[in-house]
Nanobody, 122 residues
Framework: QVQLVESGGGLVQPGGSLRLSCAASGNIFSIDAMGWYRQAPGKQRELVADITSGGSTNYADSVKGRFTISRDNAKNTVYLQMNSLKPEDTAVYYC????????????????WGQGTQVTVSS
């Protein structure tokens, strides 16, 4: 079993910045992709950004130029630097790990964190 633990959410004023972190732990052999999703009240969960183990990144159009995703493969940790935050960025942010290979297990699995609240408000 693999656990994802997020941190770094909170309340910030419009135009401010926050940095989210997500650390994966457990009997991990490798993780192909890690990413961040968000879900605002009354809306579907949507991809914010993801990054492969090789460093290829993908961003939602709404966050391009404002958010930066990065990853420390040695620590199985993914980060999301969020700048120029807007009220519409308010949501619960979820960490995701895709195609996780675990020691002693066949197959690849997906895992989710518990979510961290980001609120952008004056």
């Amino acid at each position: 079993q693999v656990q994802l633990v997020e941190s770094g959410g909170g309340l910030v004023q419009p135009g401010g910045s926050l940095r989210l972190s997500c650390a994966a732990s457990g009997n991990i052999f490798s993780i192909d992709a890690m990413g961040w999703y968000r879900q605002a009240p009354g809306k579907q969960r949507e991809l914010v950004a993801d990054i492969t183990s090789g460093g290829s990144t993908n961003y939602a159009d709404s966050v391009k130029g404002r958010f930066t995703i990065s990853r420390d493969n040695a620590k199985n940790t993914v980060y999301l630097q969020m700048n120029s935050l807007k009220p519409e960025d308010t949501a619960v942010y979820y960490c995701n790990a895709e195609r996780v290979r675990e020691l002693g297990l066949a197959g690849r699995y997906a895992y989710w964190g518990q979510g961290t609240q980001v609120t952008v408000s004056s």
